[in-house]
Structures are given as structure tokens and as C-alpha cells.
């Protein structure tokens, strides 16, 4: 059988077409060498131009066994391999598309509504794997091999990229990309989407104009940080906001942001900067308020020292699949950081700095949705008191306004 009389996917899934589309690379990375070209210097139009215009006479060269159909996918495949991130190029160029998995060279599955499916998709072998990961890695500054096989990034767009190799990664390099939109959602989107409603969203705004110190709180993918972009937007343009992030994803919409991000250790195991070391940095640089992109460690200390000394509307996110959940991660993540006080102590600096609770989950079907509402009253014999404003309810899908009933 030809390639020609190959079904669309087939054709390019098959070992036929990536073997020669290993050669074709080959022959126009050659060809690039010896004319010395810097597609840097060039337009988008003329590197496509120029692939184009090289396969097509490779192919006629060749003699191949391919019509004008496929040869275009030969081009635009040679042009993503060249500039691009290779056979994930249209699935970072697809805004439908959320999250892009690759479990080794064969494996490829995409997140869209929030529900994962495989794709059409293939390398040629985990070198193709890890060439696409060096690609994506060089303009940031970073490396993964051996000697370091997993690495955290993000693209210049705010996408969150992690990449963990072999020997680690047992089945092959494995890649993670975690889209971020283009256009930040909007309060009407939420609506919209059914992820909230008009009542819950003017209370939060109104209490972060108000300046209240609060976390959300959520799973994995549940829409954390999407929705601690939302809250910024409400933050009143006359205030200077820090934000603390390992990788850098919030894109607050506000005048006065000062970013900071952690810094890995390098080769040696030096120069690391940690979140903790930020935060306490920032409480230096006169902020208004402080944002931290997600505690996680030690620096939940220090997020509460700034809620209990005059950052009002500080905002953070943790990881946790409620809210009573959230008060005990808090808990466990002070004694981790070294806290030596008492519990009660430790419950009152948590009441005193932590004001409002707001939780957001995905459900099976991959709709996210507000979940709850809750504001931290005090403390009784001990215990965080909390008092639930706003609950989800499963039957209606919409979430409640329990204001009334606690009043």
C-alpha cells in the first residue's frame, strides 16, 4: 500500500510517515546549516514560505508517493518540528484545549471541559519525546537529563509545563502542559458557565474591595488560581499588590503588581529561593496586600504573619477538598514549617489572620463549580467556629445563599 491510499489518521500515524518525516527534518536542518539560515530574523510567513516550498521539492526529488494533500501535512509538520513544539504544536494552538499529556511517544491525551481523552497524536520515539521537551525547556533557561530528570517551567504565555524523564519516568519521557487562556475569565463567564451565581459573586467582591484576607481552596485542576484571578480584579487600582508564585501564573488585572517567583536550586544545589524567602521579602516592598499563588510549605508562617500585621485582603490558595479539610492543611503545614506553639495558639493566629474560606471544585463530569462559602467567626473551646454563606447544592446545581438561615 502507498502512502497515498492511506486513511488520513492512519497516514499519519503510521511508522511510514514518521520515518519519513525523520528524514525530511534531517535533510532541512542540513539544508538550513548550509545556508546558514536564522529563522529568528524571519516572519512566521517566510519560515512557512520557505518549508513549504523545500518539501514540496523533496518530495518531487524523492519520487515520493504522496498527493498535495499530504504534502501539506508533511510541511506543516516539518514547520512545527523546526519552530514549533513539533506534533503538540496544534494542540497548544487550540484554545479548546486545557491540559496536553504525554505519557511517552505513543501516548497523548488532552483535557477539554474539563473531562481527558486521548488524541491522534504520536512521536516517533522518546528521542522525539525529549527533543520536543528540549525545545520547549531552552528559551526558559532550563534543562532536564539525567543527572536532572524532572523539571517545573512555564511557557511566556503563563502555561505551567512539567517534564520527568527516564531513568524516573519507567515508561518513556512524560510531559505536562497546563494551558492558560487568553483572555482571563470574567465574573458574566462564570455565570454563564454555572460555575457561580450573581449573588455569591457580589459578596465577594464587595468583601475584597473590603480588604478580607482569603483562601481558596480546592482539588487539582478544580480552578484555583483561575478564580484568585478573578477576585484581583476587584482589588482597588490605588493599592500595591505582591504576588509570590513557584511558577508564575496569576495574571492579576491591576495597575500596580509586583511579581516574584521561586528559584530552583542549581547543578550544585545552591541559590535556591523559596517561597518562604519571597514572602518575607515582600512584607519589605510596602505592600498593600501580599498574594501567594498556593501554600504548600513553610510559608504558610509567614502568609499568616502578614494577615495578622496590616496586609488586609491578602489572598492565597491551598490544596483541599473542603473546607474543614483546609483549617487541618493549614494545621499540619505550620507544624511541618517548625511551629512550636500551642495548638490553640496556632488556631488564633489562624482566626485572627484568615477571614473568609471559599472553596471550588471539578465535578466528575468536569463542570466546575463554587462550592461553598464559609467566614471564620472565632474560636469555642478551641475549635475554628466557621459559618457556612454560601453552599453548592447538587439537585438544583446552583450554589445557595444560607445568609438568611445563619442569621
Same mark, same amino acid.
Given at each position: 500500500?502507498?502512502?497515498?491510499?492511506?486513511?488520513?489518521?492512519?497516514?499519519?500515524?503510521?511508522?511510514?510517515?514518521?520515518?519519513?518525516?525523520?528524514?525530511?527534518?534531517?535533510?532541512?536542518?542540513?539544508?538550513?546549516?548550509?545556508?546558514?539560515?536564522?529563522?529568528?530574523?524571519?516572519?512566521?510567513?517566510?519560515?512557512?514560505?520557505?518549508?513549504?516550498?523545500?518539501?514540496?521539492?523533496?518530495?518531487?526529488?524523492?519520487?515520493?508517493?504522496?498527493?498535495?494533500?499530504?504534502?501539506?501535512?508533511?510541511?506543516?509538520?516539518?514547520?512545527?518540528?523546526?519552530?514549533?513544539?513539533?506534533?503538540?504544536?496544534?494542540?497548544?494552538?487550540?484554545?479548546?484545549?486545557?491540559?496536553?499529556?504525554?505519557?511517552?511517544?505513543?501516548?497523548?491525551?488532552?483535557?477539554?471541559?474539563?473531562?481527558?481523552?486521548?488524541?491522534?497524536?504520536?512521536?516517533?520515539?522518546?528521542?522525539?519525546?525529549?527533543?520536543?521537551?528540549?525545545?520547549?525547556?531552552?528559551?526558559?533557561?532550563?534543562?532536564?537529563?539525567?543527572?536532572?530528570?524532572?523539571?517545573?517551567?512555564?511557557?511566556?504565555?503563563?502555561?505551567?509545563?512539567?517534564?520527568?524523564?527516564?531513568?524516573?519516568?519507567?515508561?518513556?519521557?512524560?510531559?505536562?502542559?497546563?494551558?492558560?487562556?487568553?483572555?482571563?475569565?470574567?465574573?458574566?463567564?462564570?455565570?454563564?458557565?454555572?460555575?457561580?451565581?450573581?449573588?455569591?459573586?457580589?459578596?465577594?467582591?464587595?468583601?475584597?474591595?473590603?480588604?478580607?484576607?482569603?483562601?481558596?481552596?480546592?482539588?487539582?485542576?478544580?480552578?484555583?488560581?483561575?478564580?484568585?484571578?478573578?477576585?484581583?480584579?476587584?482589588?482597588?487600582?490605588?493599592?500595591?499588590?505582591?504576588?509570590?508564585?513557584?511558577?508564575?501564573?496569576?495574571?492579576?488585572?491591576?495597575?500596580?503588581?509586583?511579581?516574584?517567583?521561586?528559584?530552583?536550586?542549581?547543578?550544585?544545589?545552591?541559590?535556591?529561593?523559596?517561597?518562604?524567602?519571597?514572602?518575607?521579602?515582600?512584607?519589605?516592598?510596602?505592600?498593600?496586600?501580599?498574594?501567594?499563588?498556593?501554600?504548600?510549605?513553610?510559608?504558610?508562617?509567614?502568609?499568616?504573619?502578614?494577615?495578622?500585621?496590616?496586609?488586609?485582603?491578602?489572598?492565597?490558595?491551598?490544596?483541599?477538598?473542603?473546607?474543614? !479539610?483546609?483549617?487541618? &492543611? /493549614?494545621?499540619? =503545614?505550620?507544624?511541618?514549617?517548625?511551629? +512550636?506553639?500551642?495548638? *490553640?495558639? $496556632? @488556631? #488564633?493566629?489562624?482566626?485572627?489572620?484568615?477571614?473568609?474560606?471559599?472553596?471550588?471544585?471539578?465535578?466528575?463530569?468536569?463542570?466546575?463549580?463554587?462550592?461553598?462559602?464559609?467566614?471564620?467567626?472565632?474560636?469555642? !473551646?478551641?475549635?475554628? &467556629? /466557621?459559618?457556612? =454563606?454560601?453552599?453548592?447544592?447538587?439537585? +438544583?446545581?446552583?450554589? *445557595?445563599? $444560607? @445568609? #438568611?438561615?445563619?442569621?
Amino acid at each position: 500500500m502507498t502512502l497515498g491510499a492511506a486513511s488520513a489518521q492512519d497516514f499519519r500515524l503510521s511508522d511510514q510517515y514518521q520515518d519519513l518525516k525523520a528524514k525530511l527534518h534531517r535533510y532541512l536542518i542540513q539544508l538550513i546549516e548550509e545556508r546558514d539560515i536564522d529563522f529568528d530574523a524571519w516572519t512566521s510567513e517566510r519560515v512557512e514560505r520557505f518549508v513549504t516550498d523545500q518539501v514540496r521539492r523533496y518530495v518531487v526529488e524523492q519520487r515520493l508517493p504522496v498527493n498535495a494533500r499530504e504534502t501539506e501535512w508533511l510541511a506543516r509538520d516539518a514547520r512545527d518540528e523546526l519552530v514549533g513544539f513539533g506534533p503538540l504544536q496544534e494542540l497548544v494552538d487550540d484554545d479548546s484545549v486545557n491540559d496536553i499529556v504525554v505519557n511517552g511517544p505513543e501516548r497523548v491525551f488532552v483535557e477539554r471541559e474539563g473531562l481527558l481523552s486521548s488524541v491522534p497524536i504520536r512521536f516517533a520515539n522518546d528521542q522525539h519525546v525529549l527533543r520536543v521537551i528540549q525545545r520547549i525547556l531552552a528559551p526558559l533557561g532550563r534543562r532536564v537529563d539525567e543527572s536532572t530528570p524532572m523539571v517545573d517551567a512555564r511557557l511566556p504565555d503563563g502555561s505551567r509545563v512539567n517534564a520527568i524523564i527516564p531513568p524516573i519516568a519507567l515508561d518513556g519521557p512524560c510531559l505536562s502542559i497546563r494551558k492558560f487562556r487568553k483572555q482571563a475569565l470574567t465574573a458574566d463567564d462564570l455565570i454563564n458557565l454555572g460555575s457561580a451565581t450573581r449573588e455569591v459573586l457580589d459578596f465577594l467582591a464587595d468583601r475584597v474591595a473590603q480588604r478580607t484576607n482569603l483562601i481558596v481552596l480546592g482539588g487539582t485542576g478544580s480552578g484555583k488560581t483561575t478564580f484568585l484571578n478573578l477576585l484581583s480584579q476587584w482589588i482597588p487600582e490605588g493599592e500595591r499588590v505582591v504576588t509570590v508564585e513557584d511558577a508564575a501564573e496569576l495574571r492579576l488585572e491591576h495597575p500596580h503588581v509586583v511579581r516574584l517567583e521561586t528559584r530552583p536550586p542549581n547543578l550544585e544545589g545552591g541559590r535556591a529561593v523559596s517561597a518562604r524567602d519571597l514572602v518575607r521579602n515582600a512584607l519589605r516592598m510596602r505592600p498593600d496586600r501580599i498574594i501567594v499563588g498556593e501554600v504548600r510549605g513553610d510559608e504558610v508562617l509567614d502568609m499568616l504573619q502578614a494577615m495578622n500585621t496590616g496586609h488586609d485582603g491578602s489572598m492565597t490558595t491551598i490544596h483541599a477538598n473542603g473546607i474543614d !479539610d483546609a483549617i487541618h &492543611r /493549614l494545621e499540619m =503545614l505550620a507544624g511541618f514549617a517548625g511551629y +512550636s506553639g500551642s495548638e *490553640v495558639t $496556632l @488556631r #488564633g493566629q489562624i482566626v485572627s489572620g484568615v477571614e473568609l474560606l471559599v472553596h471550588v471544585s471539578r465535578l466528575p463530569h468536569g463542570a466546575r463549580r463554587l462550592m461553598a462559602v464559609a467566614e471564620v467567626e472565632g474560636l469555642t !473551646d478551641g475549635e475554628i &467556629r /466557621l459559618r457556612y =454563606l454560601f453552599n453548592y447544592d447538587a439537585a +438544583s446545581d446552583r450554589i *445557595v445563599d $444560607l @445568609r #438568611g438561615e445563619a442569621a
